[in-house]
């Protein structure tokens, strides 16, 4: 334990606060804003874009292909950002692991928001050609590359900082940043798709992603303020940090990193399947651009309340029977709600999606803040938590999108084929927490995995092997000259023979 307390609230039953509590709270407050302020500016980007990539982009950087064709490859462009996530998890979660939460952060929002903003300075396909997509994408790799590590960071700090009684809700509260960013996103998409399309494709559409900067800023100028995480200062101060946190994770972790790529399904691949390809599917049945940026508004109000609220009955009921619900709303509203798109409904796309997003994914999610750093040993908790989320990113998220879109062109538009497809990620994840051990109360500092048997850290079993060798050696050796010692100068009343029988015997027993 630091200074800060890793397992518990130093504010919990204390009459008065003293300094190194008040401590602990500024940088509690602090970690909640820099983390939320970051979770908002990633989720803004990645709105903005995938909303972008639905509406706007195909026309922006591919003005030769047909309309259908148009909208895969602005979906493709979406999903290379997820090709660099795993290993920007990879390089920053290790360095994180290493050398500590707070510098990577800012290393993450830094890349993020400025390839935000560069995507809104980029010259159009018709302006340079092939060079624009290229350029786009370009600026999506480094995008996802910074994004790799952001979350994983975040969640890593909260749930390592917040008291453990109330760690699933405070682990909870940055996250609601999630979907301030989406609300943030969604209500300029909507306000800018106002303007009439001459307007909106000339210069209007670049103003959202200008406007990330002002999000940087604020970040980093939080962050800089942050001190590091309590478990990280703890591992430091025993000299316990791994030196090789893959290594690690490769040795003892490939089961657990499976499991948490199980739970991301539902929430990853749901929440961008009907931000973006939900959206796209009910503009071609009669829904306005406007509407369709709306219902994911409307979806993204509700969510910060549902977000925080599933944290908190993680906290009374546990993380996995939390999780579970959600995961199975996901599967419940995947048929109706999809057929319910095709009516051209601005009633039924609000119920869908919201009911989707912020009861099906954020449940998942409010519970997933606290659940997926618990699963993790402190040695390698950040590399655990970004490969987990990030590879999962990849197979549900990044490709989400294109291969619903994909199927959609090839079933001529039918609702059946995306509705199988949000199906069958719901139930990956729903099956997937029967798998998983209860964390709710786990101890952070612990160096194993949640569900493994305790042990040592490789340098501290090391280290206590040669101790207690040493040590019985010593015993042994002061035994030895005690007994021998005692043996070398016999009671006068022991003959000479007698003493030989018994220093033989007493050196047999010995050896």
Request: hydrophobic share 50%.
């Amino acid at each position: 334990m630091n200074g800060y307390g890793t397992q518990s609230n130093p504010l919990e039953g204390s009459d008065a606060p003293t300094d190194k509590e008040r401590e602990y709270e500024a940088n509690l407050r602090r970690a909640t804003l820099a983390t939320s302020a970051g979770s908002a500016l990633e989720y803004y980007d990645f709105a903005l874009y995938g909303l972008a990539s639905a509406l706007i982009f195909g026309k922006l950087f591919f003005p030769a292909l047909p309309s259908s064709l148009a909208l895969i490859a602005s979906f493709a462009t979406f999903g290379v950002g997820f090709l660099a996530r795993p290993l920007g998890a990879l390089v920053f979660g290790s360095i994180g692991d290493r050398l500590g939460r707070k510098q990577v952060l800012i290393t993450t929002i830094l890349l993020m928001g400025g390839s935000t903003t560069l995507i809104g300075l980029l010259p159009t396909g018709e302006q340079i050609g092939m060079w624009a997509p290229i350029l786009l994408v370009l600026l999506r790799l480094i995008q996802g590359f910074g994004a790799g590590a952001e979350q994983a960071g975040s969640t890593t700090l909260m749930a390592e900082y917040a008291p453990v009684r109330s760690r699933g809700f405070i682990s909870a509260l940055p996250f609601v940043g999630i979907y301030l960013g989406t609300l943030l996103s969604s209500g300029v998409v909507a306000l800018v798709s106002l303007a009439p399309d001459s307007v909106l494709m000339s210069w209007l559409w670049r103003v959202p992603f200008l406007v990330s900067i002002m999000l940087i800023v604020l970040s980093v100028w939080i962050r800089e303020r942050l001190a590091e995480s309590p478990t990280f200062e703890t591992l430091k101060s025993e000299d316990n940090v791994s030196e090789h946190p893959l290594k690690e994770l490769l040795a003892d972790s490939k089961g657990m990193v499976l499991k948490g790529i199980g739970l991301r399904m539902a929430e990853n691949g749901g929440s961008y399947l009907f931000q973006t390809l939900a959206v796209s599917f009910a503009v071609t049945y009669g829904l306005t651009k406007t509407w369709g940026s709306l219902a994911v508004a409307v979806a993204s109000v509700v969510a910060l309340f549902t977000v925080p609220w599933a944290g908190h009955l993680s906290d009374i009921y546990g993380r996995r029977i939390v999780y579970r619900i959600g995961a199975a709303v996901v599967v419940l509203v995947s048929f109706p709600g999809w057929y319910l798109l095709t009516k051209g409904s601005i009633a039924a796309a609000m119920v869908i999606i919201t009911i989707a997003i912020s009861f099906g994914v954020c449940i998942m999610l409010g519970s997933q803040c606290a659940f997926m750093p618990e699963l993790f040993g402190s040695r390698r908790r950040y590399i655990g938590v970004a490969v987990s989320r990030e590879v999962s990113a990849v197979l549900a998220g990044g490709i989400a999108p294109i291969l619903g879109s994909w199927l959609l062109y090839v079933t001529h538009e039918s609702w059946i084929a995306p509705a199988v497809y949000v199906a069958v990620l719901g139930l990956i994840t729903f099956v997937t927490t029967f798998f998983v051990p209860e964390t709710k109360g786990r101890n952070l500092s612990a160096v194993e995995d949640a569900g493994q048997t305790s042990k040592a850290s490789p340098s501290n079993e090391s280290i206590a092997f040669t101790n207690i060798a040493v040590k019985k050696t010593s015993m042994a050796e002061e035994s030895r000259t005690a007994i021998l010692g005692t043996i070398e100068n016999p009671i006068p009343a022991i003959t000479t023979a007698e003493h030989t029988d018994i220093k033989n015997a007493a050196k047999e027993q010995i050896a």
